[in-house]
């Protein structure tokens, strides 16, 4: 086997979208599951669609999920530059070769020529495609032009007659009619290659051993493949992977919610869960397995397990797999993760907290509101909430002055089970159901109505914290 050299080719045009990555990660995987190295190479010769902090938002991405990158702009490697703007006289000296093999041209058409051929061969019901008209030129035409300084492009000149054969490891072999592909683009007049020259030069000079790309790439390939026939060179195995839709089968966009792994990060998705959920989208192992972490993937991952229908980005699941991670984590892996989410606290109180809450939150972003009852001196809320269904004013009054006196007991609330047999002896002598004498106990010492569970709430949040919010909830109904 050649050496595997996969490569992840973004624009820095803004924050990666999630389905980009998931390429991102198809590659990576296929990296590291046979050894071969992971490429990041930057696709830049657009400029007009670049945002100033591109490449820092490309780079991010792919360190939120650990998908580190062997060769790339910020690390180099044997085949750099890796950012194609860096690159600029390679793809001149590629298009010069061309010219000279008679097998691409100069073009000197401009925009408003251009407008006019397409408005009339879309009058004609044609296809809009270049019309040929500067690769017929004879030597004196063109020499005028050049004379007259007009500028110009380089255009691939395709082959009118004949079949090419495209090869798609996910989709297939298709044969296309060279007379249907376009006389592209390969140069602009301000000497930026296109990305159809771009990809294939670098591809070809990095040694990419495995193409792999989004499928809405297709339309381009009869070009690249045309034009690595036109260079002579072997064409790499492509393969182009699923588009990843939201839940109503269109392309997923900001519509859907969050589209940057960033972002995931920020709202509290781990990035086990992250990874395992991307690598689904378009990859499946057999028709159960769901729960993959990193290492298994790079053992499993195979590129005849790639699928060909569209991938939906299921939010749901992504949830349920990220509730599965977050309650496999250690309570001390726990605490240093929910830490940023909970700035107020220290790493004790957290991980105290960990066995609470663990269970109780799909995402990180949803500890505050489960735990900041804890750090608020006193607490804000309606009375009214003391009391709960069947209870009047009176019977929650006598709830928490029984538990008061319960509790006022005990120097420490450790010994939670002891605290909670006692409370629930308290609740049967007054007559009330558990649920009524513990939910305005609960709200007393919480201001809610969830909680963490409430004996440990109350050993946390500590005994003279804890009879405060009772004496101050009992005040609250004695003047209501
Ligand atoms: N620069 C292209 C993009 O941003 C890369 C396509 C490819 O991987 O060939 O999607």
Same mark, same amino acid.
């Given at each position: 086997m050649t050496d595997i050299r996969v490569r992840f080719a973004p624009s820095p *045009?803004?924050?990666?979208h999630v389905g980009n990555i998931r390429t991102a990660l198809f590659g990576y995987l296929w990296a590291r599951h046979t050894g071969g190295k992971f490429i990041l190479r930057i696709e830049d010769t657009d400029q007009a669609r670049e945002v100033e902090n591109g490449l820092e938002l490309i780079l991010e991405s792919l360190r939120v999920l650990g998908?580190?990158?062997? !060769?790339?702009?910020?690390?180099?490697?044997? %085949?750099?530059? %890796? !950012?194609q703007s860096k690159r600029l006289p390679l793809y001149q000296e590629h298009t010069a070769r061309l010219i000279a093999q008679g097998q691409a041209y100069y073009c000197y058409c401009t925009e408003e020529r251009l407008a006019r051929m397409r408005a009339d061969q879309k009058a004609r019901g044609e296809q809009t495609r270049y019309d040929y008209h500067c690769r017929n030129l004879s030597e004196a035409e063109r020499a005028e032009r050049e004379r007259a300084g007009a500028p110009k492009v380089v255009r691939l000149a395709v082959p009118r007659g004949g079949k090419t054969t495209l090869r798609d490891f996910i989709h297939g072999d298709l044969t296309i009619e060279n007379k249907n592909v376009d006389d592209q683009v390969?140069?602009?007049?301000?000497g930026f290659p296109t990305y159809h020259l771009a990809v294939v030069v670098d591809d070809h000079l990095m040694k990419i051993s495995h193409v792999m790309r989004g499928d809405d790439w297709i339309p381009s390939f009869p070009k690249h493949v045309l034009l690595y026939q036109a260079f002579g060179w072997d064409i790499p195995p492509h393969g182009h992977l699923p588009n990843v839709l939201g839940p109503d089968k269109k392309k997923l966009s900001k519509r859907h919610g969050a589209t940057s792994v960033m972002q995931f990060r920020d709202e509290g998705y781990l990035t086990e869960a992250l990874l395992n959920f991307l690598a689904r989208l378009g990859w499946? %192992?057999?028709?159960?397995? !769901?729960v993959f972490a990193r290492d298994q993937l790079i053992d499993l991952f195979t590129l005849d397990k790639i699928e060909h229908a569209p991938a939906i980005f299921d939010l749901a699941k992504l949830d349920w797999l990220n509730g599965y991670y977050i309650r496999a984590l250690s309570d001390d892996d726990f605490a240093a993760r929910a830490a940023p989410f909970v700035p107020q606290t220290d790493a004790a109180t957290l991980r105290a907290l960990a066995p609470l809450t663990k269970e109780r939150v799909k995402k990180l972003n949803e500890i505050p509101a489960l735990v900041d009852f804890l750090f608020e001196e006193d607490l804000e809320y309606d009375p009214q909430t003391l009391i709960g269904k069947g209870m009047d004013a009176a019977s929650a009054l006598a709830a928490l002055r029984a538990a008061r006196a319960t509790l006022d007991k005990h120097v420490s609330f450790d010994d939670e089970e002891k605290i909670e047999a006692e409370l629930r002896a308290d609740a049967e002598k007054l007559g009330m159901k558990n649920l009524q004498f513990f939910g305005a106990l609960r709200v007393a010492v919480?201001?809610? *109505?969830?909680?963490?569970?409430l004996m440990s709430s109350m050993r946390i949040l500590g005994r003279e914290k804890t009879l405060r919010r009772i004496a101050r909830a009992i005040s609250a109904l004695e003047y209501l």
């Open positions: *045009t803004g924050a990666p998908l580190q990158w062997d !060769e790339g702009p910020d690390v180099g490697g044997p %085949y750099g530059p %890796y !950012e390969l140069l602009k007049s301000d499946s %192992y057999d028709d159960k397995s !769901e919480t201001g809610k *109505t969830v909680s963490p569970p």
